[in-house]
């Protein structure tokens, strides 16, 4: 059988221990410090991107099947960035009961599975004779997204023309793509 006497000197012990509390402390915080930098210079290339393209294009964005739902999600989530965008697209004439005399919604219908299964989605749209517009109908419109109240505030286009429209060879829209880089002007 073997004794071993060991002797534990306290005083090199504590040194030691605080010498590896200060190593992990310091790490721990220059850790820290590096991610909060990181953060800083996100935040800080996002602004500049932001300032560099918030200021929205004089042409009109023309929505497209493919583009339709990014640009209808990105406005929605950001519609500050948005208002006073000239924007053009072709939809059917949808109405909701709780809507005025003047407004309507543009919609399409998004493909939501294999099974050709669809929902209306669609851009809250004013227009002065809005009520002479039917049901169903296709038309092409041209306007500025500007913001309005429909159970809380929704972007809305105000229309500046107006025009009839056939049904376009493909009718339904794509939803929303995760690959969408979201910017400030609609392209």
């Not at 406005?75 to 005025?100: M, W």
């Not at 227009?127 to 929704?154: C, H, P, Q, R, T």
Request: proline share 5%; hydrophobic share 40%.
């Amino acid at each position: 059988m073997f004794i071993y006497n060991f002797k534990l000197n306290k005083k090199f012990f504590s040194k030691v221990l605080i010498v590896i509390f200060s190593i992990i402390c310091c790490i721990l915080l220059a850790i820290s410090i590096c991610k909060i930098l990181k953060e800083i210079k996100t935040n800080k290339d996002n602004e500049i991107v932001k300032n560099n393209y918030s200021i929205p294009s004089p042409d009109i964005a023309e929505l497209t099947p493919e583009n339709y739902c990014n640009v209808l999600k990105e406005v929605h989530e950001d519609l500050n960035t948005y208002v006073g965008q000239k924007i053009s697209f072709t939809g059917y004439v949808y109405r909701v009961a709780d809507l005025k005399e003047n407004q309507f919604i543009l919609a399409r219908d998004m493909i939501i599975n294999s099974k050709n299964q669809t929902v209306v989605v669609g851009f809250l749209c004013e227009y002065e004779n809005a009520k002479d517009l039917v049901n169903d109908s296709w038309i092409k419109i041209s306007g500025k997204i500007d913001k309005g109240n429909f159970y809380g505030e929704i972007p809305v286009i105000k229309i500046e023309t107006l025009e009839e429209a056939s049904i376009p060879d493909n009718p339904y829209v794509s939803p929303p793509s995760d690959s969408f880089l979201p910017t400030a002007v609609i392209y």
